[in-house]
């Protein structure tokens, strides 16, 4: 099992860039699938942005070519860079882990797929 503690989030205005973090602890961070999620008041949680376990990346539509996942295998952080904010991007944002994802992470379907949650970081633009 992981345990999942997200950080970074804050109020930036429009245009401006925040780095979330998710630092992963517990089970072997690299047999996961993790994930980035996230839930602005009175909408259904969204997928952002996944990474599998061979290293693949997935941005969400929503947010390509602003977005940029990474990770450190050394520090098992999990990484998501986002540029350009914009005030639709206001949401909580959780980080997760699945050990086997089947859907795009823009699914709606996605989030039932992870087993594992942070307890979320608040973005506000």
């Known amino acids: 099992d992981v345990q999942l503690v997200e950080s970074g989030g804050g109020s930036v205005q429009t245009g401006g860039s925040l780095r979330l973090s998710c630092a992963v602890s517990?089970?072997?961070?690299?047999?996961?699938?993790m994930g980035w999620f996230r839930q602005a008041a009175g909408k259904e949680r969204e997928g952002v942005a996944q990474?599998?376990?061979?290293?693949?990346?997935h941005i969400a539509d929503s947010v390509k070519g602003r977005f940029t996942l990474s990770r450190d295998n050394t520090k098992n952080i999990l990484y998501l860079q986002m540029n350009n904010l914009k005030p639709e991007d206001t949401a909580m944002y959780y980080c997760a882990a699945a050990l086997m994802v089947t859907q795009r992470i823009d699914s709606e379907f996605a989030q039932y797929e992870y087993t594992n949650w942070g307890q979320g970081t608040q973005v506000t633009v």
């Open positions: 990474v599998d376990v061979d290293g693949t990346t």
């Open positions: 517990g089970d072997s961070y690299s047999s996961y699938y």
